[in-house]
């Protein structure tokens, strides 16, 4: 064992002697945590020399390949390209005017101001500086002149003024420290060393080969005197935190610790037999220790906050899996192998169960009833007498029954009224014997639905609970009663239950947080989202109404008070865990004691538990449409310019994944919550914004909100003169238009009136013309011939037919539209006296589409009685055959209807030469219908068509076919 460690063991042994046990005293143990950052982390090289916190809150590392600005997410790395005046950077400070200054190995000096690199190529002080080798200090002086060593003298910048001060001129050691007292007394203090700090009352401290060395108001003395192993292993930096220890890294053997306050105490050491270069302790605490090619390490150190024990400083194991503590104040860890162990005051012990390893055997539940010790294992359940010091696994053989085997892959233990609860496998177990005896006692198998089981809880009442695949159930003693109310928001296996003061329960589940139940109903629900450090929990721990919760993101702890829960804390490897991924955990007012999968670690519950000041907050970039703007106080940007980007961080080291942010755009708005570190807002309105942003770790207060305002422009046909402007071009073409309107309303209604009376007179003269002194002349004919063959009967009939179609002709002649059903009507009278005039020389048909509605369909009166007629007149009777005429009328589409009239006469004459003087027949009725569906065509804005075509072009009598197609709706 390490003296160090030996020595740590020792001080807790005496100091728990002169105390009562109450828990594992923390104030005088050490226990840190390591974080390594390298290269694959963005560090530009695994090489650092200098470290140095702005005061902003970044950190920054000098190495051999660049430097580097860290935030606790992201490296920003700078080189030649960028500016720097070389890529190995020895040395840096920070001037009171916040510029950061380079020093580089071969005498280039640079500096880094409000996000730009200056140099000797665009800065004029850097010009007068010049290079006079290797610069190896930096100091500003209480005048805020810049002081750099170098190893031939001193370059000292004065504000604008630059000299050079050579060290064998006035005589003063190079290189050397520089320091300055109250009264601008100038110090040159001989030291090989590059390293030093100022402690906060303005003391130099600085190492000698052996010692530790001071300046300040009284001169040079000597601190303290260093341990052999020390000196021998070379100090190269020097860093003080707030706790009063001084931490020194080494040239071959890590990093030691002395207590300023006792100086007699050996130092800790850390990190033994890595070399080292620089240290620095930021504003967190943190100390972050450079190596020559490991990276960086962030040393957290927890004195009097935390303490872990894993295989690195004791023989407890990097795993355990479970805690509790017996009524001697004895913690009694579960870890691998059937591992378990003993921790008090005397130490820790592993108890002798050697002869019951099992590889891969989690401890996964610890319950400790009288003497004994149960633990629950994925091999079985593991019983240890503490008196007797043996241990065995306790055979769970349901005894009632012949067959069976021995219970296996036990998840939890408890002790109920009626004996030791055990879950396991797909069954609870419960032994009237407490499994102290193996003397055949029958046991109690709880069997439900035959489901794996995961946890067994006994209430304050004796009511059994336990978890299954299926669900959460209970159990009195007599009979299992499943929990459906509770179940529909159980969505994961229930992990653990607990039990608060007021008899409400606590489930823990495996994805979906807590659950808390009373009376078997719903009370609350807390996850995530909520507060909770993560849904997955593992197990709970409740004392007096404050509630611990061990989940894979580290321990939430609340409290509960008539169903409200308040002062919530987060605790993770910032507050010192080993680890995040916390397995079991057992609590009182003093101490919180965590089983992690990284050792054992015990919390200071009294000073744990304090608020942290917030993260520093910074916007780090505006980016509008992807372009990097410059820092300004309000931005202007156009009315396409409305695409905005924020990036923001919230610095702390020490809690950087647990750092989160709100944010909106105004003071109105709600907040909006986000974990990443930028904002991007596409197509704003036109106006003004306020963005604000805040952080915050876990659920500790928020910091003062972050401001950028900026003005988006309305774009010019939004401005009030445009409008206006545009207002009186509208109205003005408004008037023009509705003067327009009126008047092509007025001309259409003219045309319309004008196409009216002409459809009126060719209507007229449509009637006149089917009602030709021919037709007449030769119906009264057959008339008078029937008569004379004193064929009265045919007479009478012909003369009512005749009479008939008179009256028709008289109804229809006041009509524009007739039904399909009347024109059918009116034809079929026409064609009928036709007939009896010609006898068989005529035959006719009338064909109607079924899916037309004779009855509202309307015609254009007297549209096909004038074709009818001419192909009966000029085309049958000229013939030499019988003749017949077909007229179909059908739907040509859902909007129109096709008229077709067909006969076998003898056609339409050949165009003849104009010198026979032959005059071609014209219908002055088919002309008349023509020119109406011209008009009505015109008038309805629909269309009308007209096609005559031979009907037989091969045959001697070629036929006429005239189609004729109009709307289907003509009102």
């Known amino acids: 064992m390490k003296r160090g460690q030996w ?395 012949k067959t069976g085997g021995d219970a296996r892959a036990t998840k939890a233990v408890c002790k109920w009224k009626y004996g030791l609860a055990v879950a396991e496998g797909y069954n609870i177990y419960v032994d009237s014997t407490h499994g102290c005896i193996d003397n055949g006692e029958p046991l109690v198998s709880i069997d439900a639905n035959n489901s794996r089981k995961y946890t067994v809880f006994s209430d304050r009442n004796n009511l059994l609970w336990f978890s299954a695949t299926t669900g959460l159930y209970s159990y009195d003693g007599h009979k299992t009663m499943w929990h459906p109310s509770v179940n529909e928001y159980i969505h994961e296996k229930i992990s653990d239950i607990a039990q608060l003061k007021d008899g409400t329960l606590v489930l823990a589940t495996h994805g979906n947080g807590l659950i808390f139940m009373r009376n078997d109903s719903v009370l609350k629900t807390l996850g995530q989202t909520d507060g909770l450090a993560h849904d997955i929990c593992r197990r709970l721990f409740i004392h007096d109404n404050t509630v611990y919760v061990a989940t894979a993101g580290g321990i939430t702890v609340f409290n509960w008070l008539d169903g409200v829960i308040g002062n919530v804390h987060i605790y993770t490897t910032s507050n010192g865990l080993a680890t995040d991924n916390v397995n079991d955990i057992w609590a009182n007012d003093a101490v919180i004691c965590a089983s992690t999968s990284g050792g054992l670690t015990f919390l200071n519950a009294r000073t744990v538990a304090r608020h942290r000041p917030p993260p520093l907050l910074y916007i780090t970039a505006v980016r ?48 909006m919550y986000t974990d990443n570190n930028s904002v991007i807002y596409s197509s704003l309105l036109p106006g003004s914004y306020r963005f604000e942003v805040a952080a915050r770790i876990h659920n500790e207060p928020w910091s003062a909100p972050r401001i950028i305002t900026f003005y988006i422009a309305t774009p010019f046909w939004r401005t009030w003169w445009f409008i206006s402007l545009i207002s009186v071009a509208s109205a003005t073409g408004i008037f023009f238009l509705f003067r327009y309107r009126v008047r092509a309303n007025a001309r259409k209604q003219t045309e319309e009136l004008r196409f009216k009376r002409q459809i009126t007179e060719l209507e007229q003269q449509a009637l006149q013309a089917m009602m030709n002194p021919h037709f007449i002349f030769n119906v009264m004919n057959t008339i008078q011939q029937a008569i004379n063959d004193s064929d009265t009967h045919r007479a009478n009939i012909y003369l009512s037919d005749f009479a008939r179609l008179i009256r028709m002709n008289l109804e229809i002649s006041a009509k524009r539209y007739i039904t399909l059903e009347e024109e059918i009507a009116w034809l079929e009278l026409y064609l009928s006296l036709e007939q009896i005039r010609f006898g068989h020389r005529l035959r006719y048909t009338i064909v109607v589409d079924p899916t037309i509605d004779q009855y509202e369909t309307l015609v254009p009166v007297m549209l096909l009685q004038p074709y009818i007629e001419n192909a009966i007149w000029h085309g049958i009777l000229p013939g030499e055959m019988n003749g017949y005429v077909q007229v179909d009328i059908m739907k040509h589409n859902e909007d129109s209807i096709c008229v077709t009239i067909t006969d076998n006469g003898v056609g339409r004459p050949k165009e003849q030469p104009k010198a026979t003087g032959r005059k071609t027949h014209v219908s002055r009725g088919m002309q008349l219908t023509r020119q109406r569906l011209e008009l009505l065509a015109k008038l309805t804005g629909k269309e009308v068509s007209i096609y005559i075509e031979d009907a037989f072009p091969d045959s001697k009598n070629r036929g006429t076919r005239v189609i004729i197609i109009f709307p289907s709706d003509l009102e």
Not at 627 to 643: A, C, I, P, R
Request: charged letters at 20%; hydrophobic letters at 35%; glycine letters at 8%.
């Open 624 to 671: 509008n449409m992807q372009h990097l703007l410059q820092e300004d106080t309000v931005y202007h940007f156009g009315y396409k310019q409305n695409s905005l980007q924020f990036d923001f961080i919230g610095i702390s080291f020490r809690s950087a994944a647990a750092v989160h942010y709100r944010y909106r755009l105004s003071a109105t708005e709600p907040w």
């Open 7 to 401: 020595i740590l063991k020792l001080i807790v042994v005496l100091t728990i002697a002169l105390a009562p046990w109450h828990g594992i005293y923390l104030c005088t143990a050490q226990s840190v945590t390591y974080k390594l950052y390298t290269t694959g982390d963005g560090l530009p090289s695994a090489t650092v020399y200098h470290i140095l916190q702005d005061r902003e809150g970044f950190m920054w590392y000098a190495t051999d390949a660049g430097v580097s600005r860290f935030d606790g997410k992201h490296f920003t790395n700078y080189t030649l390209k960028d500016g720097l005046g070389e890529n190995e950077i020895l040395v840096m400070g920070q001037d009171h005017l916040n510029r950061i200054w380079f020093l580089g190995f071969s005498g280039s000096l640079s500096y880094f101001y409000n996000g730009k690199i200056y140099n000797n190529k665009n800065d004029s002080i850097v010009m007068k500086v010049g290079n006079h080798g290797t610069l190896l200090h930096y100091y500003e002086d209480k005048k805020n002149r810049i002081w750099l060593s170098s190893v031939y003298g001193y370059t000292v910048i004065d504000n604008t003024d630059v000299q050079y001060i050579a060290s064998v001129e006035k005589n003063i050691p190079a290189p050397g420290l520089v320091y300055t007292d109250s009264s601008n007394k100038i110090s040159y203090i001989n030291s090989m060393f590059r390293t030093y700090t100022y402690l906060d009352d303005g003391t130099l401290l600085y190492p000698t080969h052996d010692s530790i060395m001071q300046i300040n108001e009284k001169g040079s003395q000597l601190l303290f005197r260093l341990d052999k192993n020390v000196y021998e292993a070379t100090v190269e930096g020097i860093a003080e935190t707030n706790d009063k220890r001084l931490w020194l890294s080494t040239a071959t053997d890590g990093v030691y610790c002395y207590d300023l306050r006792e100086l007699q105490r050996p130092p800790e050491h850390y990190l033994p037999g890595v070399i080292m270069t620089t240290i620095r302790c930021d504003n967190e605490d943190n100390v972050w220790a450079g190596t020559r090619n490991k990276g960086i390490y962030m040393i957290q150190p927890w004195h009097g906050l935390a303490i872990t024990y894993n295989s690195s400083n004791s023989v407890l194991p990097d795993n355990s899996y479970s805690v509790t503590r017996a009524d001697d104040g004895t913690y009694l860890v579960g870890a691998d192998a059937s591992q378990l162990y003993e921790v008090s005051a005397k130490g820790i012990t592993q108890l002798p169960t050697s002869t019951l390893r099992l590889p891969h055997n989690r401890v996964v539940c610890t319950e400790c009833i009288g003497p004994y010790l149960f633990a629950a294992t994925d091999k079985g359940l593991l019983q240890y007498d503490r008196n007797q010091k043996k241990g065995r696994y306790v055979s769970l053989r349901y005894r009632t029954e």
